[in-house]
């Protein structure tokens, strides 16, 4: 662990000042702006995981193409994060995938229809230290540009990513430090600084992300925020004069970068380090100034801070209200039998609101009211959340997904606190053979931020049993189910939809297209 200082540096106030002049300039210049079908982790900047287009039947796998060359497994586990897939507006299909044990990532293009690479490319990208192993997280922009990490916190871009080739000019790399800084000495940056989040675009095309510096470098850096206009200018704020608190020293890992619905707001959550306390924040997107921060609290011990682990992926999700909800784990760890809290804020983060039971690596979806034709509650929108009860951590092992009313309490079976009302629920459908003495155990829902088609009013779920499931809310049953592995204990990844309705999840290092 390192002591965490803020950046010295002669010069550096001209720098912000002129990046920041840069990028009033890129949000001005650019305000038209187009929504990708599928842009990034939960679809979108505000994480909604609501499609734009209808799913297919569930039928068959249509193609199939590994994520992970050398998936690692820990006995019958495989704890490993994978990126999720984009969607282009051609039906171009991206996603990272992982080309060694410990590193190594290239970056593939499938045609959305067949399956058949467009194009791949390696990047020198270096994950940073983890546990489980984290996703290397990508974005589009919409102006149709990729964006991808790669070595010393850069990132590499590509235009018109549908194309076997990019245009001319329409590839390179750039560090929000200053790309000269870089190539002066890229081992040092290399060795010294990794992007530690996805990447998330806004809509203008400007990018933002987290980062760690574990060593010195030319430039000062300390583990922090960043952001990179369409222009390409980047300026960066560290994390703990973000939250104004020595102490804190880095972005959570794998933390998603979420915005607000006008895109002025960026909100992020940074922390003491694994496993311990931190804030969210709220911060300006063109200068990265904090406008709103709060200390993350334990629901049922609010003396306690929340836990922030980087095992998770948990990221904010932003309502259609503004309203601002993160995922958290307990502490003590397993009071809450290793559920966590989805905590629940207003847009500035000035005031608490009703959280909901589970949050443990979890992106909450948005889940439109309308879709739900028994609901006759006072909210315009639901939250599509896991909602395990581990047996492993004192739970009785009923392990659900589960549609939540952030306006409507109850209270929780487990800790007695006031939580949001469960709306409808479902079931894992399949025994849990590891715990075979816990009556009523089953294999949990292994999705981390839910794909939700609003046109047929269904979800795409996948199971630690093998099976993807078609989650419809009229009927709140499973209607259709389609197995694609055999089932394996794993870390939790996302349910994707296309422009063509074709279904993408991610399971045993694998993604599978399914469809009719």
């Not at 499609?51 to 998936?71: E, F, G, K, M, Y």
């Not at 675009?201 to 922090?224: E, H, M, Q, W």
């Not at 922030?308 to 309203?323: E, K, V």
Request: charged residues 10%.
């Amino acid at each position: 662990m390192f002591t965490v200082v803020a950046p010295s540096s002669s010069v550096l106030p001209f720098v912000r000042a002129l990046a920041v002049a840069t990028l009033l300039f890129a949000h001005a210049a650019h305000a038209q702006s187009i929504a990708f079908p599928w842009s990034s982790h939960g679809h979108d900047p505000q994480h909604t995981g609501l499609s734009q287009h209808a799913c297919q039947p569930l039928n068959r796998i249509l193609w199939q193409a590994p994520v992970d060359l050398t998936p690692q497994y820990s006995g019958t586990e495989l704890l490993a994060h994978y990126g999720s897939p984009l969607i282009t507006r051609q039906n171009t299909v991206i996603f990272p995938v992982k080309t060694a044990a410990n590193s190594g990532f290239q970056i593939e293009a499938h045609a959305g229809q067949s399956g058949a690479l467009v194009w791949k490319q390696t990047t020198d990208y270096v994950a940073p230290a983890h546990d489980w192993f984290p996703p290397c997280g990508i974005a589009l922009t919409p102006k149709n540009r990729l964006y991808y990490p790669g070595a010393g916190g850069t990132v590499y871009f590509r235009d018109n990513p549908e194309s076997p080739t990019a245009p001319p000019g329409g590839t390179g790399q750039i560090a929000f430090y200053g790309t000269a800084a870089y190539q002066a000495n890229p081992a040092t940056y290399t060795s010294n600084v990794e992007i530690n989040t996805p990447i998330t675009a806004d809509r203008y095309g400007n990018i933002y992300f987290g980062f760690v510096a574990t060593g010195p470098t030319s430039k000062n850096l300390v583990s922090g925020i960043a952001t990179i206009t369409i222009d390409g200018a980047g300026t960066w704020v560290s994390a703990a004069s973000a939250a104004a608190d020595p102490s804190i020293v880095e972005p959570v890992q794998n933390c998603a970068p979420a915005l607000s619905n006008d895109h002025r707001t960026l909100y992020i959550a940074v922390s003491y380090g694994s496993y311990s306390g931190g804030y969210l924040l709220a911060l300006d997107t063109v200068t990265l100034a904090t406008t709103g921060k709060v200390r993350l609290k334990d629901v049922d011990s609010p003396v306690s801070d929340a836990v922030l682990p980087d095992n998770g992926t948990a990221s904010p999700t932003i309502g259609p209200d503004g309203d601002v909800y993160f995922g958290v784990l307990e502490d003590p760890l397993s009071s809450n039998h290793y559920r966590g809290w989805l905590l629940h804020f207003n847009k500035t983060l000035s005031q608490a609101k009703l959280p909901g039971a589970f949050g443990w690596d979890d992106t909450p979806s948005i889940v439109p009211a309308s879709l739900v034709p028994g609901y006759d509650g006072p909210s315009s929108y639901l939250l599509l959340t896991k909602y395990n009860n581990y047996a492993q951590a004192g739970g009785g092992g009923a392990n659900k997904v589960a549609l939540l009313d952030p306006d409507v309490s109850e209270v929780d079976s487990v800790t007695g606190a006031l939580v949001m009302n469960e709306v409808l629920t479902q079931l894992g459908p399949t025994p849990d053979p590891g715990f075979p003495n816990t009556p009523g155990a089953v294999r949990e829902w292994c999705v981390n931020t839910v794909a939700i088609d609003p046109f047929t009013k269904c979800a795409v779920v996948h199971n630690e049993d093998g099976n993807v499931y078609r989650w419809d809310f009229a009927s709140n049953s499973l209607t259709q189910t389609l197995n694609v592995s055999t089932g394996l204990g794993s870390a939790y990844t996302p349910s994707v939809i296309g422009v063509d309705g074709t279904a993408y999840v991610i399971a045993n290092a694998t993604l599978f297209a399914l469809g009719q």
